[in-house]
Protein backbone atom coordinates (compact mmCIF):
# COMPACT_ATOMS: atom_id res chain seq x y z
CA UNK A 1 0.00 0.00 0.00
CA UNK A 2 1.77 3.48 -1.05
CA UNK A 3 1.60 5.39 1.80
CA UNK A 4 3.25 9.38 2.24
CA UNK A 5 3.50 10.93 5.87
CA UNK A 6 4.20 14.73 5.78
CA UNK A 7 5.77 16.44 8.93
CA UNK A 8 7.33 19.67 9.99
CA UNK A 9 4.44 21.70 9.86
CA UNK A 10 3.82 24.23 12.79
CA UNK A 11 3.42 27.88 13.48
CA UNK A 12 6.32 30.13 12.57
CA UNK A 13 6.87 33.49 12.64
CA UNK A 14 7.07 35.85 9.49
CA UNK A 15 10.73 35.54 7.69
CA UNK A 16 11.08 31.97 9.79
CA UNK A 17 12.32 29.36 7.90
CA UNK A 18 10.83 25.38 8.24
CA UNK A 19 11.72 22.27 6.53
CA UNK A 20 9.45 19.92 5.74
CA UNK A 21 9.52 15.74 5.00
CA UNK A 22 7.70 13.32 3.27
CA UNK A 23 8.24 9.99 4.32
CA UNK A 24 7.15 7.44 1.42
CA UNK A 25 6.67 3.73 1.68
CA UNK A 26 5.33 0.97 -0.49
CA UNK A 27 6.46 1.41 -3.94
CA UNK A 28 9.68 2.10 -5.59
CA UNK A 29 10.03 5.91 -4.65
CA UNK A 30 13.35 6.31 -6.67
CA UNK A 31 10.99 5.31 -9.73
CA UNK A 32 8.90 8.35 -9.80
CA UNK A 33 8.49 11.92 -9.26
CA UNK A 34 7.18 14.27 -6.37
CA UNK A 35 5.66 17.09 -5.88
CA UNK A 36 4.44 19.39 -2.97
CA UNK A 37 0.65 20.76 -3.47
CA UNK A 38 -0.67 23.04 -0.78
CA UNK A 39 -4.04 24.71 -0.11
CA UNK A 40 -4.16 27.69 2.12
CA UNK A 41 -7.22 28.00 4.23
CA UNK A 42 -10.52 27.96 2.48
CA UNK A 43 -8.58 28.41 -1.12
CA UNK A 44 -7.59 26.05 -3.67
CA UNK A 45 -5.07 23.94 -4.60
CA UNK A 46 -1.62 25.42 -5.75
CA UNK A 47 1.17 23.31 -7.33
CA UNK A 48 4.19 24.31 -5.34
CA UNK A 49 7.08 21.88 -6.87
CA UNK A 50 7.75 19.14 -8.59
CA UNK A 51 11.07 17.00 -8.73
CA UNK A 52 12.00 14.13 -11.18
CA UNK A 53 12.70 11.01 -9.85
CA UNK A 54 16.72 11.35 -10.12
CA UNK A 55 16.39 14.85 -8.89
CA UNK A 56 17.54 16.09 -13.01
CA UNK A 57 14.43 18.38 -13.17
CA UNK A 58 12.88 20.29 -10.44
CA UNK A 59 10.39 23.27 -11.17
CA UNK A 60 8.85 26.10 -8.53
CA UNK A 61 5.89 28.40 -8.25
CA UNK A 62 6.71 32.03 -9.20
CA UNK A 63 5.31 32.41 -5.78
CA UNK A 64 7.84 30.41 -3.85
CA UNK A 65 11.18 30.91 -6.76
CA UNK A 66 14.08 31.64 -4.61
CA UNK A 67 12.80 31.51 -1.39
CA UNK A 68 11.67 27.69 -1.05
CA UNK A 69 14.14 24.08 -1.97
CA UNK A 70 12.58 20.69 -2.98
CA UNK A 71 15.49 17.74 -2.51
CA UNK A 72 14.76 14.41 -2.62
CA UNK A 73 16.68 11.49 -0.61
CA UNK A 74 16.16 7.84 -2.73
CA UNK A 75 18.41 6.05 0.00
CA UNK A 76 15.95 7.38 2.54
CA UNK A 77 12.75 7.25 0.39
CA UNK A 78 12.23 10.75 1.55
CA UNK A 79 11.10 13.75 0.03
CA UNK A 80 11.97 17.36 1.48
CA UNK A 81 10.88 21.40 0.89
CA UNK A 82 12.98 23.91 2.31
CA UNK A 83 10.90 26.53 3.23
CA UNK A 84 13.33 30.05 3.65
CA UNK A 85 11.82 33.43 4.07
CA UNK A 86 8.29 32.35 5.06
CA UNK A 87 5.58 35.26 4.31
CA UNK A 88 1.80 35.44 5.90
CA UNK A 89 0.43 34.36 2.52
CA UNK A 90 2.90 30.48 2.73
CA UNK A 91 0.62 29.39 5.06
CA UNK A 92 -1.47 26.58 4.12
CA UNK A 93 -1.70 22.88 4.19
CA UNK A 94 0.99 20.89 2.35
CA UNK A 95 0.37 18.15 0.95
CA UNK A 96 3.26 15.35 -0.49
CA UNK A 97 1.90 13.58 -4.01
CA UNK A 98 3.40 10.87 -6.10
CA UNK A 99 3.54 11.78 -9.58
CA UNK A 100 2.78 9.44 -12.15
CA UNK A 101 2.97 11.17 -15.62
CA UNK A 102 1.11 14.00 -16.02
CA UNK A 103 -1.08 13.73 -12.79
CA UNK A 104 -0.76 12.83 -8.96
CA UNK A 105 -1.94 9.47 -8.34
CA UNK A 106 -1.76 9.31 -4.33
CA UNK A 107 -1.54 12.22 -2.27
CA UNK A 108 -0.18 12.40 1.52
CA UNK A 109 -2.93 13.68 4.28
CA UNK A 110 -1.21 17.27 4.58
CA UNK A 111 0.86 18.99 7.21
CA UNK A 112 -0.05 22.61 8.41
CA UNK A 113 2.21 25.58 8.30
CA UNK A 114 1.17 29.14 10.20
CA UNK A 115 3.23 32.12 9.37
CA UNK A 116 2.21 33.90 12.20
CA UNK A 117 3.48 36.65 14.47
CA UNK B 1 1.58 30.52 -17.12
CA UNK B 2 -1.41 28.47 -18.17
CA UNK B 3 -4.94 29.29 -16.92
CA UNK B 4 -8.14 26.88 -16.81
CA UNK B 5 -11.08 28.24 -15.13
CA UNK B 6 -13.99 26.66 -13.50
CA UNK B 7 -17.73 27.42 -12.26
CA UNK B 8 -16.90 27.77 -8.34
CA UNK B 9 -19.93 26.08 -7.99
CA UNK B 10 -22.63 23.73 -9.59
CA UNK B 11 -25.84 22.90 -7.63
CA UNK B 12 -27.38 19.54 -8.76
CA UNK B 13 -30.00 17.31 -7.30
CA UNK B 14 -29.86 13.68 -5.99
CA UNK B 15 -30.34 11.46 -9.26
CA UNK B 16 -29.51 14.26 -11.55
CA UNK B 17 -26.29 15.17 -13.90
CA UNK B 18 -23.64 17.22 -12.58
CA UNK B 19 -21.49 18.99 -15.07
CA UNK B 20 -18.28 20.79 -14.34
CA UNK B 21 -16.51 22.54 -17.08
CA UNK B 22 -12.25 23.67 -16.85
CA UNK B 23 -11.52 26.08 -19.92
CA UNK B 24 -7.96 26.93 -21.34
CA UNK B 25 -6.45 27.99 -24.37
CA UNK B 26 -6.77 24.89 -26.87
CA UNK B 27 -7.24 22.46 -24.08
CA UNK B 28 -8.28 19.85 -26.44
CA UNK B 29 -4.73 19.30 -27.32
CA UNK B 30 -3.66 18.17 -23.26
CA UNK B 31 -4.44 15.45 -21.07
CA UNK B 32 -6.98 16.77 -18.46
CA UNK B 33 -7.02 14.89 -15.07
CA UNK B 34 -9.59 15.69 -12.13
CA UNK B 35 -9.64 15.17 -8.73
CA UNK B 36 -12.22 14.80 -5.80
CA UNK B 37 -11.61 16.60 -2.47
CA UNK B 38 -14.04 16.08 0.64
CA UNK B 39 -13.55 18.59 3.85
CA UNK B 40 -10.98 17.71 5.70
CA UNK B 41 -9.62 15.33 3.63
CA UNK B 42 -6.74 15.11 0.66
CA UNK B 43 -7.24 15.19 -3.14
CA UNK B 44 -8.33 12.00 -4.54
CA UNK B 45 -7.65 11.32 -8.32
CA UNK B 46 -10.94 10.43 -10.07
CA UNK B 47 -10.01 10.59 -13.63
CA UNK B 48 -6.77 10.71 -15.78
CA UNK B 49 -6.13 11.41 -19.07
CA UNK B 50 -9.41 12.93 -20.04
CA UNK B 51 -11.64 10.15 -19.92
CA UNK B 52 -10.30 7.13 -18.08
CA UNK B 53 -10.69 6.10 -14.29
CA UNK B 54 -8.72 5.27 -11.74
CA UNK B 55 -9.47 1.43 -10.18
CA UNK B 56 -12.52 1.89 -7.32
CA UNK B 57 -13.73 5.09 -8.72
CA UNK B 58 -17.81 4.53 -9.94
CA UNK B 59 -18.48 4.52 -13.61
CA UNK B 60 -20.68 7.54 -12.64
CA UNK B 61 -17.93 9.52 -13.46
CA UNK B 62 -16.70 10.54 -16.60
CA UNK B 63 -14.53 12.91 -18.98
CA UNK B 64 -14.33 14.62 -21.99
CA UNK B 65 -12.17 17.34 -23.71
CA UNK B 66 -12.45 19.20 -26.62
CA UNK B 67 -11.20 22.65 -27.84
CA UNK B 68 -11.01 25.01 -25.14
CA UNK B 69 -12.89 23.09 -22.93
CA UNK B 70 -12.83 19.59 -20.47
CA UNK B 71 -16.31 18.22 -18.57
CA UNK B 72 -16.19 15.61 -15.63
CA UNK B 73 -19.48 14.32 -15.89
CA UNK B 74 -20.97 12.96 -12.33
CA UNK B 75 -23.90 11.09 -13.89
CA UNK B 76 -27.33 9.82 -11.04
CA UNK B 77 -25.68 12.16 -8.44
CA UNK B 78 -25.30 11.00 -4.97
CA UNK B 79 -25.24 13.02 -1.55
CA UNK B 80 -21.34 11.61 -1.13
CA UNK B 81 -20.43 13.35 -4.29
CA UNK B 82 -20.86 16.49 -2.37
CA UNK B 83 -17.27 17.76 -2.37
CA UNK B 84 -14.52 20.42 -4.63
CA UNK B 85 -13.56 18.92 -8.21
CA UNK B 86 -10.48 19.93 -9.46
CA UNK B 87 -9.37 19.82 -12.90
CA UNK B 88 -5.48 19.73 -13.88
CA UNK B 89 -2.93 19.49 -17.00
CA UNK B 90 0.51 18.99 -17.28
CA UNK B 91 1.91 22.10 -19.41
CA UNK B 92 5.09 21.37 -20.36
CA UNK B 93 5.76 24.80 -21.73
CA UNK B 94 5.81 26.72 -18.81
CA UNK B 95 8.27 27.17 -15.19
CA UNK B 96 5.96 25.24 -13.42
CA UNK B 97 3.98 22.96 -15.41
CA UNK B 98 1.65 20.98 -13.07
CA UNK B 99 -0.95 23.67 -13.15
CA UNK B 100 -4.75 23.14 -11.05
CA UNK B 101 -7.99 24.43 -12.23
CA UNK B 102 -9.66 27.57 -9.63
CA UNK B 103 -11.65 24.26 -7.91
CA UNK B 104 -15.67 24.01 -8.11
CA UNK B 105 -18.08 23.23 -5.36
CA UNK B 106 -20.31 20.77 -6.12
CA UNK B 107 -23.59 21.19 -4.10
CA UNK B 108 -26.07 17.78 -3.54
CA UNK B 109 -29.75 19.81 -2.99
Known amino acids: EVQLVESGGGLVKPGGSLRLSCAASGFTFSSYSMNWVRQAPGKGLEWVSS????????YYADSVKGRFTISRDNAKNSLYLQMNSLRAEDTAVYYC??????????WGQGTLVTVSS | SYVLTQPPSVSVAPGQTARITCGGN??????VHWYQQKPGQAPVLVVY???DRPSGIPERFSGSNSGNTATLTISRVEAGDEADYYC????????????FGTGTKVTVL
Open chain 2, 26 to 31: NIGSKS
Open chain 1, 51 to 58: ISSSSSYI
Open chain 1, 97 to 106: ARGFGSYIDY
Open chain 2, 88 to 99: QVWDSSSDLPGV
Open chain 2, 49 to 51: DDS
